[in-house]
């Protein structure tokens, strides 16, 4: 057994933040994570937790009733979203075209549910055409969809069609909304989307550990007529809904902090208006675009199905992707990743999300990208980025 | 669809938390909680991971290779813990004597368990003859028991005692140590316990989102040798296993404020030395529980299964538990909590865990019960409370 461990104090490197998430936090968020706690059964914090509530519903464009941050990271919601709507003996329709389709699968399947797929490539959105056959065929009970594909940099076009197909057929809806809430125009309610769940790391520019989820009623519906309880306790809504509900019994300690600083983040989108923060993620993310366009790199999703928030951008030929990003890494503190699954070495993901969507984060990306990919021997026009990005943010 | 929601700063209570948790967090922690983040696969991250790693060990008493932080609040570990070792078809047996072993009954259903008991009163620690007989009538593959119960501040003694049992019979041994770990004795390797998981928000004095669990190689063998997958994506260690054992490779985004912090809680324990962690605990809450036995108050437990870190108190003859409370709360600005269960309304339950384990605390803690007790028309002798625990803290 060991003696006591001796452990420096805590200093990580100062890093700007332009992968997939965690983005950039913003100080009036780090601030509210150092608020002394209150206990999470305190009618000041049932307070608080109203105002989560409310704000995220404004964030999500929904009045639902049940918007409420999961008590863990992103896959903690979505694993929430498809273990409550899953039953056994259930069929979910899933994507194949990125990363978060194959983990839609897996928790459907854990959910005791029989998985079916509709097919595109990785790098394209869902084909509503697709998707209605996939329905003729399978009938399926559960339709989930990624919103924003962050292994992809693909925005799911006509969402709403999507959900008239699935409703026609008398499907639920699950939205995977982790890297668009909050950056990239969604409407649940408008559009008819019956769950969606996103992870606070991305647009909201929070700490991960509080995860919105929003189901309407008709889906709520669904979880509390269940037969057999979901398999997880931790994850139970028909549970949870003591304590966000109108009981506010206890269910287990909510991670506090986490929650304020959820209520905070969600408070700056308040403050900025939903619609001007989806306007300035395309606006910024876009002059990001035009300057890695302009440096001669080749975005990997056409520009009808870019997604602001996550920038997939075609690693240039004979470059070592790896190399770029521990060069961006080491020489710059600056994090971007790269590709994931079918687009492993392909693609560098840059993201472009809440408090990261700046052009003070933007100009710093594409100078010490353009000296990155230069240092590494690629054939680019690094000084043309910076012109091309200002021209854009000027329009 | 509502507009912009307009919600004020965040300005909780100052509240002092002597309740069943989250206990006050030392200042230094909720410092660590405003560090700007870094990446969930940053090289500087998985080096805080390896030490938060080494500090747990070193507080959970073992040499587990698998201890680690799950992204969640305590229920998240419990449910880790009895999710990946239950699998359908094994047989749980579980504690009947406090709230938690019917929180343990309902994860091991959902896993697909079958459930037996081991039968204690809620209020009384389990019996080892009575754990052997429940052996030998249900041969259980998997035997849970609860070292500091929460609900009744109940101390499990004789832990080796039934780890042998257990082991006689070929199950692993799941401890729950929510309410003891950092501020309890516990052993984990010592005493033959196979899985032990805990929260951050009790004796670690920490903000609740990373959770505390370990598990030795006899039960990551089970866990790894499943024929069945486990029923949550989020929770499985065989995935996590790659994320937090050799490869580092990504399976969910951790909680990388809640490390942070939780690395910081640790160090405090680590520079205290856990044994006069321990000691400390022991010394504080005695000189509490000097003070409201001197008071003419009862301690629900009998001396020798006290829980320093949970102070069942019987509420007196005639006083209203929900009255005092929310007097205390505001009045002082003071947390306690009232009974569950078959104790409700029975005991005030008085934590005395880690950065709310000082003197300062009890002190305030003992003068406000007293002023409260008294304003509710209880016939206690308040005056006697603060010397009779002076008295003991200079013992």
Known sequence: MSDAPVVDELTPPDRTLMGP????????????????LVGHLDPSFVEIMNEVQELLRYAFRTDNRWTIPISGTGS???????????????????????????????????????????????????????????????????FGFVHAETSTGVRQPNVPELTRIAHEHDAYVIADAVTSLGGVELRVDEWGVDV???GPQKCLSCPPGASPLTLNDRAMDKVLSREER????YLDLSLLEGYWGDDRAYHHTAPITNVYALREALRLIAEEGIEARWDRHRRVAGALK?????????????DEYWL????????????????IIGYLLDEYDLEI???????????????????SARPKNVTYLLSSLGDALGAQGADVDADAALPAMTERLAD
């Open 21 to 36: 998430g965690p983005s950039d936090v913003h100080p009036r968020v780090l601030r509210a994570m150092s608020t002394p």
């Open 76 to 142: 903690a919601s979505m694993e929430a979203a498809i273990g409550n709507l899953v039953e056994p003996g259930d069929t979910m329709l899933v994507p194949t075209n990125g990363y978060f389709g194959g983990r839609m699968q897996s928790m459907a399947e854990r959910a005791g549910g029989e998985v079916v797929h509709v097919d595109a490539p990785w790098g394209e959105p869902l084909d509503p055409a697709d998707v209605e056959a996939a329905f003729d065929e399978h009938q399926p009970d559960v």
């Open 196 to 198: 969606a769940y996103s």
């Open 230 to 233: 979901v398999r997880s306790w």
């Open 290 to 302: 035009a300057g890695v366009e302009a440096m001669g790199l080749e975005m990997n999703a056409p």
């Open 308 to 323: 602001p928030s996550l920038n997939a951008v075609r690693v240039p030929d004979g470059a070592d992707d790896g190399a």
């Open 337 to 355: 990743a790269g590709g994931l699954g079918d687009l492993a070495g392909e693609i560098f993901r840059i993201g472009c999300m809440g408090h």
